[in-house]
Structures are given as C-alpha cells and as structure tokens.
C-alpha cells in the first residue's frame, strides 16, 4: 500500500525559496516516476512536476525556471526546490508515485494521497 508524508511547507517570502521533502513506501521506490502537485483554494489539484526513474524531469509551464525537482532512492524521498516564489504558488502541496508517467501527468488517475503540506507566499 502506497504511503506518501510530505512535509516543508511555509510561509514563504515573494522571491524567496522553500524546499518541499516527500517520503514515499510501500513499494519499490527506485522504480516509480514520482510527482509534485498543488492544490490552490477553490481551485482543483494539479501537477506541477515529475521525475522519472532514469531521472528525466518534467515541469509545467507556470514553474519552469523556478522549481527542481529531485530523487534521492537512498531515502526513499522526492523533493521540490521551489525558488522565486510568487503568492500565485501558494497551495497545499503533495507528491505521489506510479510507475508510469503518463497517470503521474494526470493527477485525476491517481487514487492515494497523503496529507499535503501548505505552502503560503506572502509578504
């Protein structure tokens, strides 16, 4: 059974950095594509980064350039560098794992999720 506890949420400066830590078991965890995802109030969750197994990373448009996302299979831990925050990237932020890519594009295929981690911009 797949288990997810994100954690490194904040306040957070505009312009500033947060780095997000996700733990995730239940598995094998050197072969999932892992995700960053965020859900905004009043808005529906949606993706916002992934890194493959081989490591090839993956970002939408709105944090290209800010994010990084990372792996460390020793850990079982995905993290997200976020950088240059904005109020627009204040959420709840989670992560999740899958073997494929595809269903980590499309966070509506996924079905467990962990408690998220609230990540607040303001000055």
């Known amino acids: 059974q797949l288990q997810l506890v994100e954690s490194g949420g904040g306040l957070g400066q505009p312009g500033g950095s947060l780095r997000l830590s996700c733990v995730a078991s239940g598995g094998h965890f050197s072969v999932w594509t892992l995700g960053w995802y965020r859900q905004a109030p009043g808005k529906r969750r949606e993706w916002v980064a992934a890194i493959t197994n081989g490591g090839n990373t993956h970002y939408t448009e709105s944090v290209k350039g800010r994010f990084t996302i990372s792996r460390d299979n020793a850990k079982n831990t995905v993290y997200l560098q976020m950088n240059s925050l904005t109020p627009e990237d204040t959420a709840v932020y989670y992560c999740?794992?899958?073997?494929?890519?595809?269903?980590?594009?499309?966070?509506?295929?996924?079905?467990?999720w962990g408690q998220g981690t609230l990540v607040t911009v303001s000055s």
């Open positions: 999740n794992a899958d073997l494929f890519l595809a269903p980590i594009l499309s966070p509506d295929k996924l079905n467990t």
